[in-house]
């Protein structure tokens, strides 16, 4: 694994495959409250690509453009905060979107583990170390442990979404899988808006 690290936005000239694994790193889980500092990302070639961001206002116009075109792909596991983060602090509807939380919830029904963790290590059979998830992601200068923990959260995406895409299909639940995700954007708006635990569609 290859890491590369940017700062404030992705370099002229790079291009991506059609399926593009992503993930953020925030001050804290609140995608409004707790502000964007990082976001990795790799399209399978063994390269990961680290954004780091300072304080807003942020611009990224060449990872904006990314996230908008609808060729790529984004693939993430929960991605629900991660949309509602880059929505927030970027201004973008990140689309198309696959989560692999949503996927794995709705095939693998025979337990609550859904992790990534926990899905990592039961169908791709690595156990991804988490030591660094609750570390300063705003401290300027970033350590290479916590550069590794960032890509090692995009690295296995590829083969976690075959495994769940078997198994979706296996389940005859890739058409409500697809709507969920479709439906994504909304969700992660609502976020943005403070309806974050109420269930607009409870009676």
Known sequence: MKIELHHG???EGLSFGPILAMDTEAMGLHPVRDRLCLAQMTDGSGTVHIVKFGQPPLKAPRLKAVLKDKKILKLYHFARFDIALLKSYLG???SPVYCTKIASKLVRTFTERHGLKDLVKELVG????KQQQTSDWGAE????AQLEYAASDVIHLHKLKEALDR???REGRMKIAQACFDFLPTRAELDTLEWV???VFAH
């Open 9 to 11: 936005d992705l370099p």
């Open 92 to 94: 973008v509807e990140v």
């Open 126 to 129: 690595v156990d991804l170390a």
């Open 141 to 144: 200068t970033l350590s290479q």
């Open 167 to 169: 198994l979706l299909a």
């Open 197 to 199: 635990e109420e269930d």
